[in-house]
């Protein structure tokens, strides 16, 4: 299997910022798609930022302006910066994997970002 780890959580005042990090390993893959999803207490995992390897990304509504998705292909990671974080951000973070042409998706572990007001 494809092994993700994601780290760069923690605990942050409101504006301030944290950036996430996901490292993959294990099964050589080819991959379509990485993104970060989200978890808070009570909700639905929700989609944050996704980036295609042609390099489009997508942002959920709520992150927009506020996070940067990106990848560093040669170190097979991908990163989430977390900039002007609001207490709504409090979540679980966790790292996505989609390879091209399968329909398995990869999660890892999840890093807890805590906002405080």
């Known amino acids: 299997q494809v092994h993700l780890v994601e780290s760069g959580g923690g605990l942050v005042q409101a504006g301030g910022s944290l950036r996430l990090s996901c490292v993959a390993s294990g099964m050589i893959v080819s991959i379509n798609a990485m993104g970060w999803y989200r978890q808070a207490p009570g909700n639905q995992r929700e989609l944050v930022a996704r980036i295609y390897s042609g390099g489009i990304t997508n942002y959920a509504d709520s992150v927009k302006g506020r996070f940067t998705i990106s990848r560093d292909y040669a170190k097979n990671t991908v990163s989430l910066q977390m900039n002007s974080l609001k207490p709504e951000d409090t979540a679980v973070y966790y790292c996505?994997?989609?390879?091209?042409?399968?329909?398995?998706?990869?999660w890892g572990q999840g890093t807890q970002v805590t906002v405080s007001s």
């Open positions: 996505n994997l989609e390879p091209i042409h399968v329909r398995t998706t990869y």
